[in-house]
């Protein structure tokens, strides 16, 4: 059992061994992997094949696995270390410590993005992007998007997301108007605002946060340890709501074969949602 703190409350010497941690797995080439898979599992609901990742019920305990996947390759580097969490309803500035050179490191600049401070700059040769859908070798940001301006998810954005009693709803997509997994995951068919919570947050970073391969940010993880944190939260507020769908589909549904039902096991690990519930048998929150 270990705890995962808040990234503002990180001492100078907990700052410093994440990032050593960091650094050290994408030495060892073990930190690319964990951007290809993400890559790999993230299949669009325009597709017509199984969404383990996005845009389906599975969302929240796809994502619970692949963080405990990669903590545990953090603390073989070093046993001391876990994931921190962003809370973005409070740190919403690009001059939130989070972005300090000795942490995140800050935004890119104008003329091509590129992530010029902190431990993670190319320039100080210790962050290649290796795996990408773009051609550059470098991290890039755009940190509330300057010339089309866009605002972090608010408190009350993520209340309403937690009042919802349902866990998720048919289509069991990117299209479902109700359930707090769609809402925090933040697809909007329609509406000023297309992107909501979690999908809103990769748009304010920008960069390579913005696509399929968006681990290649380390921020990737403190933001989604803030998800994971926010689904035992609405677990604690509705302990009698659970994961939908529980059982498999029928054949009739439009989603049949493309979502995963509470016991089916979800690539790659064929770990069923069931199995990703509990996160206290792993670690806590402070």
Known sequence: MYTRINQRNLTRAQKRRFVDALLALKRSGRYDEFVRTHGRYYVSDSEDR?????????????????????????????????????????DNSPSSSLWADDFMGGTGRSL????????????????????????????????????NPVSLPTRADVAAAL??????????????????????????????????????????????????????????????AFMDLLWARWQEAHPRSGYLPRTRLP?????YGQVFALDEPMPPWDVRPSAMLDHTRHYRYA
């Open 50 to 90: 199984a969404r383990a990742a996005h845009m389906a019920p599975s969302f929240f305990p796809w994502h619970r696995r692949f963080l405990l996947d990669f903590e545990q390759a953090l603390q073989a580097v070093d046993p001391g270390v876990s994931v921190p969490y962003w809370d973005w309803t409070v």
């Open 251 to 255: 054949r009739s549904d439009s989603a």
């Open 163 to 224: 009042a919802d009693p349902v866990y998720d709803a048919a289509p069991w997509d990117s299209t479902s108007a109700t359930g707090f997994r769609n809402r925090i995951e933040g697809w909007n068919a329609g509406g000023e605002e297309r992107w909501r919570n979690h999908n809103r947050v990769h748009r304010w970073v920008g960069g390579l946060m913005m696509g399929a391969t968006s681990p290649n940010d380390p921020v990737f993880w403190l933001h989604h």
């Open 112 to 147: 091509d993005r590129q992530v010029m401070t902190g431990p993670f700059a190319h320039r100080n040769g210790d962050w290649r992007i290796t795996t990408r859908i773009t051609d550059g070798k470098f991290l890039t940001r755009d940190l509330g998007r300057p010339r």
